[in-house]
């Protein structure tokens, strides 16, 4: 579908931070404008943490930060392009759009326990017995991923059920067939057409846990089993090539369509110039995010697992994923021990202090791949007495290439014949050529620091919402894309020598907490 576009506003809502990115007809970065995300911490009667958005006060600063962009095109035409947070949800009044309760973010822990519960079932091991005899004979990938499957509460599905418990609005408008539920872009497309869509892309779907990629629909017989309610779910559309709504024109103040719709991560994935196998995208913000493109979704384990990057057409890109939560949390929380004052400072660490025997655990809230343990504990083990405050800050940057290299070792062993020409780093914290020159010299593979790293994701959108204007195709994108810096590996033997010493670190501060309820809170 072509149409004259002469700016693309993408706007990347993320967990830190909410942006709107202007981009002219060669996707060169024209203005930005930013918002803090302001997130709302409760501590639930069995020490879970919930952790929250005013869906209120997101919307009020979306508007804000979206009218700023279109008054920086002036009259010229322009298309919104989506990429957000994932997992985070929201149920509403299909008629009033009057939301029934705070966002729900993906970091929530309010469901640790039931998904405990459900992962012990009688069922859910019924489910991998199957699945696992079923791919014995069969050789099915999606046999093989149920002989694994476990419930994990950044799914949506759960947090939803428990919810549903305590919601009385939610249940009425449920029994009255008027209740919606969406994630971050549903919600967002719902408001700005005036309830007129209710929508979702591949992306954002096959991350939530309720969409099975295997079959490129959503998961429909284990969500009836566990009591999930089909009717809310939301219409499944492309990521791109035709618009996804239609913006109500009082909205911005101008009819005009969002072009396209991407999760986060999968956007960065694209905004990396990332678009076949010869690469690997390495996102360092909010948290660590690992992906490889591959054509078919694979089926895999130890906290690695399979997604839509993007659905153009009928051509779907599938891509294998892999996490560590708190990459921000941990800076942020070495400024609040007072580790350092400015950022600048993580740029100028002092070569003296690598060595010194200290291991930063970063499990705020607990580690995900390749141990998915959510009762991990954060710790800094290896303090003297004449510890320094610089030395402690080095261990706790280590600790972010040192997950990057944990995660690497585990899909090296989960997806067979992986040989990357490059990594391509993107993301706030790509900016530290320590952290960049750490992971080449880790993974023994050039690293390539993606110019303008923190707007990644925002980029990949509006490529995306240029494939769907006709201004360039897919295989076009990596043109669009430029690298920065490039970091060549190097022999580091004492480099090595200390993450195999920080992984007897991670070892000793897992399964520490009775449950999962102190973990999750970043506050």
Not at 287 to 299: A, E, M, Q, R, S
Request: hydrophobic residues 40%; aromatic residues 10%.
């Amino acid at each position: 579908m072509g149409a004259k576009l002469r700016y693309i506003i993408s706007v990347d809502i993320g967990t830190t931070t909410m942006k709107s990115c202007v981009y002219n007809e060669n996707c060169d970065l024209q203005d930005t404008f930013e918002t803090n995300m302001h997130l709302i911490y409760v501590e639930n009667e069995d020490r879970s943490i919930s952790v929250e958005m005013d869906p209120e006060r997101v919307w009020d600063d979306f508007l804000d930060i979206v009218k700023k962009a279109v008054n920086a095109v002036g009259g010229h035409e322009f298309g919104i392009a989506l990429c957000t947070q994932r997992n985070t949800f929201i149920t509403w009044n299909k008629d009033s759009l009057v939301p029934c309760h705070n966002l729900i973010t993906w970091k929530d822990g309010r469901a640790n326990r039931i998904c405990e519960e459900w992962n012990q079932s009688f069922i859910l091991k019924a489910i991998r017995t199957s699945g696992w005899l079923g791919s014995k004979l069969s050789g099915s990938g999606r046999f093989k991923a149920a002989g694994g499957f476990r419930f994990l509460n950044a799914m949506v599905s759960h947090r939803f059920l428990v919810l549903l418990k305590t919601e009385e609005e939610m249940n009425k408008l449920l029994d009255a067939d008027r209740l919606a539920m969406g994630t971050l872009d549903t919600w967002l497309m719902s408001r700005l057409s005036k309830g007129q869509s209710h929508v979702t892309d591949a992306s954002c779907a096959s991350s939530t846990g309720l969409y099975d990629p295997f079959i490129n629909d959503w998961g429909r017989l284990l969500l009836k089993i566990i009591g999930f309610p089909l009717k809310v779910l939301p219409t499944l559309e492309n990521t791109a090539e035709k618009p996804l709504c239609m913006i109500a024109t009082d909205v911005l103040g101008k009819s005009c369509q969002v072009w396209s719709s991407i999760g986060d991560a999968q956007s960065a994935i694209l905004g990396s110039g990332v678009v076949d196998k010869e690469y690997v995208k390495v996102s360092l913000g909010t948290g660590t995010f690992v992906n490889i493109l591959t054509d078919k979704p694979h089926p895999t384990f130890n906290g690695v697992y399979p997604l839509i990057a993007w659905k153009i057409g009928d051509n779907i890109k599938y891509t294998t994923e892999a996490r560590s939560n708190d990459t921000a949390t941990c800076i942020r929380w070495a400024h609040t021990f007072g580790l350092y004052n400015e950022l600048s400072e993580l740029d100028d660490l002092n070569e003296n202090d690598k060595g010194h025997g200290l291991h930063f655990v970063p499990a705020f809230s607990g580690i995900q791949t390749p141990v998915d343990d959510g009762r991990a504990v954060c710790s800094l083990l290896g303090i003297k007495p004449n510890t320094t405050k610089s030395q402690m800050l080095r261990a706790v940057i280590d600790s972010i290439s040192f997950r990057v290299k944990h995660i690497w070792d585990t899909m090296l062993k989960e997806v067979k014949a992986i040989k990357p020409t490059a990594f391509r780093v993107c993301g706030g914290v790509a900016k530290n050529a320590v952290v960049c020159q750490q992971i080449a010299d880790l993974v023994q593979v050039k690293v390539e620091r993606v110019s303008e790293p923190e707007f990644a994701s925002a980029k990949g959108a509006a490529l995306l919402a240029g494939i769907t204007a006709g201004m360039w195709t897919l295989k076009e994108c990596d043109e669009y894309v430029s690298v920065e810096e490039t970091f060549f590996p190097s022999p580091n033997p004492e480099l090595f020598y200390q993450y195999e010493q920080w992984l007897k670190a991670i070892s000793r501060c897992l399964n520490f907490y009775e449950n999962d309820a102190f973990q999750n809170s970043d506050s």
